[in-house]
């Protein structure tokens, strides 16, 4: 029988679906990605910064080299590039393996020899395919702090039991690098009739750049009549005197046994002095039996009587004077008590010949020895010639300058900006050795680049253009 139309063939054809889309839609339920089994360095530093280290002493640094990667990561080589200072050693990190995910140190050594700036280059080869050569660079100041106690003797005379008589010591900063006063400690038993007391701002250990200084008091309350002697010690990373010892006198029984106790304070070590100039010596001189006043006191240059001074009440005393001689001098006070008993202190100083041209340090701090940076170029002109100069149109750190001139004589500085992204000048400063300086220019630092510190929006370099050309007269010492 046949069926009339409309009707609905169960058995109908289904619409063909071309090969390639069913293809498609297979891969599109499960996507697959081969990644690669390699290792992948990551240094957690691409600087070392060992910052100050006390020359004779040494600092260890350590970072870390992270395998990112999915395969076992070999530091094959880990050494330092040729050029780099003798200063630096690598103590671990070479030959290493790191697993997946996993870290390994890398650790450095400084240990200055010398005072001044050391630079080095850690060069490290692995099997990474993408990194197989990092470098980490490395910098280090070699430092050697003085410190400067004055006086080293505190002399209380005699107090009556119940009352306080308070004296003051001055702890200054020499050298080159920063000076760290650790700790004042009293010895055993002196705690109970002497008092140390720092000034509000000054909490130990304490941090001090060349130049800079604090002062502290020491108060005296005996509990008995009885002679209370000792020492206040006042420790510091000075590594020529670590520790230095200031005595304490306090209700002294004046046995005459003992020689004077004598202290230079002008000059201080290091200091630069003009020959012919006139000189002004001071210092302070004590007694266990006699005053100040009747101890004969005499200045030495060299072991040469240069002339004598008579101490006031307080023991100070001074000695104007135009004898010393030309070169590296010591300077000597000594004194002699009424027992035939005699002490002595002395400084070295060098000074300075009257007819030549002085020697000048330019550099870029408070120290001698502070290296300073410019980018890109510098010439640096004495009464119009020229004494120092950089032109490789790059970012460089540099020694300090050092020159002959006259006071009186004009520096000139001119700096240009060539490469991008930045202009930049370091402060630099004007040195006649240990004793006087001279700031020249301020920082000056602009930038084109957002990122950078300086950076304003109002520089639109890089052109060869001069940032910088001023002049100034010397004025030291």
Known sequence: MALSPPFSAPWAPLPRIAPALLLGAGLGCSDYKVTAQEPELVLSADTLDFDEVVRGTQLTLTFFAKNEGRAPLKLERVALTDGSSAE???????????????????????????????????????????????????????????????????????????????????????????????????????????????????????????????????????????????????????????????????????????????????????????????????????????????????????????????????????????????????????????????????VDVVVWPEDEPLKYTLSGGESIFDYWSVDDDVSIYVDGELVFQDTNRTQDHHAPVEFEAKVGSTVRLVANDVNSCALYMDALVLHFGTSAHQALNDTICRSACAADACYDGTYGGPWPSVFLDESYVISIP
């Open 88 to 346: 630096f050693t690598v103590m671990s990190g070479d030959g290493i393996g790191v697993e997946a995910n996993d870290e390994g140190e890398i650790s450095i050594r400084y240990a200055p020899a010398e005072v001044g700036q050391d630079l080095g280059e850690l060069e490290i080869t692995s099997n990474d395919p993408k990194r197989p050569l990092a470098t980490v660079s490395l910098v280090g100041y070699g430092v050697e702090p003085r410190i400067d106690v004055d006086p080293e003797q505190l002399w209380f005379g005699t107090v009556p039991v119940g009352d306080t008589v308070t004296l003051t010591v001055d702890v200054a900063a020499r050298g080159q690098g920063r000076l760290r006063v650790d700790e004042l400690s009293l010895g055993d038993g002196l705690d109970a009739v002497y008092t140390v007391t720092l000034p509000e701002h000054v909490t130990l250990p304490y941090k001090l750049s060349p130049g800079e200084a604090f002062s502290f008091d020491v108060s005296f309350t005996p509990t008995s009549e009885a002679p209370w002697t000792g020492e206040l010690l006042v420790r510091s990373n000075d590594p020529n005197d670590p520790v230095v010892p200031v005595t304490l006198y306090g209700n002294m029984t004046g046995s005459g046994d003992e020689p004077p106790r004598v202290e230079i304070t002008t000059p201080d070590w290091g200091n630069y002095l003009i020959e012919g100039a006139e000189t002004t010596l001071k210092g302070v001189v004590s007694d266990d039996a006699d005053s100040p006043e009747d101890l004969l006191c005499a200045w030495y240059a060299n072991g040469k009587l240069i002339g004598s001074s008579v101490a006031d009440a307080t023991g100070a005393l001074s000695l104007a004077t135009e004898k010393l001689p030309a070169g590296e001098v010591t300077v000597t006070l000594r004194a002699v008590d009424g027992q035939g008993h005699s002490s002595d202190d002395s």
